[in-house]
């Protein structure tokens, strides 16, 4: 504490709240931007403000928007017969970046992990499967990450869909490294990843 300002305190403090965030990282920031940069300060405040007040999930594929319905699902011009199962919306922007896929998306915003208390419902699996059964919807892409976690959620979607035989379940191939996150992988290996994807058996 800078023994100061109690308010300059409260928002270093605030600042901490972001990943990879500390004392020290978040103290810079909040003395950069009263020091040299208010205007960006105000404009910060302001559009984060809103975007917590506005911002909410798409009632499909569970992104941030501030609409009922998000642009990639309104969009007439996306495969709607294709949906895409990530962990988060940070792989939605890394898989868009990529321009190899032009479907439909879910995201989860997590993974299955007991320990944590996330299950089936806190993941909105039930609102997938309602999707995954409709007649529109021929492929499931289950691109969850390469972790024992992604890995058991894929398997957990893959047994509540399997019988479904007019559905196609895929997985992204393995040009995304093993233990590896969706959105740190480069826009090449995402290419690779889909265009190299393959039926899914888990039975086997």
Request: negative net charge; glycine residues 6%.
């Amino acid at each position: 504490m800078s023994k100061v300002s109690p308010l300059v305190d409260s928002l270093i403090e605030a600042f901490q709240c972001l990943p990879g965030v500390g004392p020290k990282s978040a103290q810079r920031m909040v003395l950069h931007l009263l020091e040299r940069n208010k205007n960006a300060g105000l404009i910060l405040a302001n559009t984060l403000s809103q975007a917590l007040e506005n911002v909410d999930k798409c009632i499909n594929c569970r992104i941030f928007t501030e609409a009922t319905v998000c642009q990639i699902c309104s969009n007439e011009k996306r495969n709607k017969h294709q949906i895409c199962v990530v962990e988060t919306v940070s792989d939605v922007f890394a898989i868009e970046q990529s321009n190899q896929f032009n479907g439909n998306y879910f995201i989860l915003h997590g993974h299955l992990s007991p320990i944590d208390d996330i299950g089936p419902e806190e993941l909105a699996l039930e609102k997938l499967f309602s999707r995954a059964r409709r007649n529109e919807t021929e492929e499931i892409i289950l691109a969850t990450n390469s972790t024992l976690e992604g890995e058991t959620t894929s398997h957990y979607i893959y047994d509540n869909l399997k019988d479904n035989a007019n559905l196609k379940i895929t997985k992204l191939a393995r040009g995304v490294p093993l233990g590896g996150e969706l959105e740190y992988v480069d826009r090449g290996t995402i290419m690779h990843a889909f265009s190299g994807r393959q039926d899914l058996n888990m039975d086997k």
